[in-house]
Nanobody, 126 residues
Framework: QVQLVESGGGLVQAGGSLRLSCAAS????????IAWFRQAPGKEREFVAV????????DSADSVKGRFTISRDNAKLTTYLQMNSLKPGDTAIYYC???????????????????WGQGTQVTVSS
């Protein structure tokens, strides 16, 4: 089992940057695929980015490609989401999630992830 805690959210102007962190507990952190999802008011939770265990292969949603970068530091049990060129449409609660089965083919499906953090609010003003 793993516990996840997000941090780094806040209020930023359009065009600005934020770096979100997802700190995990548990010695098996490097065995999990870790993803970021987000949920805006009145909308469904949507996939943002994911990083595999092991060799750290990444994937991201088209809406954030070229602006957001996911990375992980297994020694620090932490996953990061660097967000640049932020837009008002990026406003949402951002969640990190862990998949112990690391089913890469289902990496964008929220239902595959067993463990979730409490979320961190990101607000981008125009």
């Amino acid at each position: 089992q793993v516990q996840l805690v997000e941090s780094g959210g806040g209020l930023v102007q359009a065009g600005g940057s934020l770096r979100l962190s997802c700190a995990a507990s548990g010695r098996t952190f490097n065995m999990y695929t870790i993803a970021w999802f987000r949920q805006a008011p009145g909308k469904e939770r949507e996939f943002v980015a994911v990083i595999s265990r092991g060799d750290g292969i990444t994937d991201s949603a088209d809406s954030v490609k070229g602006r957001f970068t996911i990375s992980r530091d297994n020694a620090k049990l932490t996953t990061y989401l660097q967000m640049n060129s932020l837009k008002p449409g990026d406003t949402a609660i951002y969640y990190c999630a862990a998949d112990p089965r690391s089913a890469w083919y289902a990496r964008r499906e929220a239902g595959r992830y067993d463990y979730w953090g409490q979320g961190t609010q990101v607000t981008v003003s125009s």
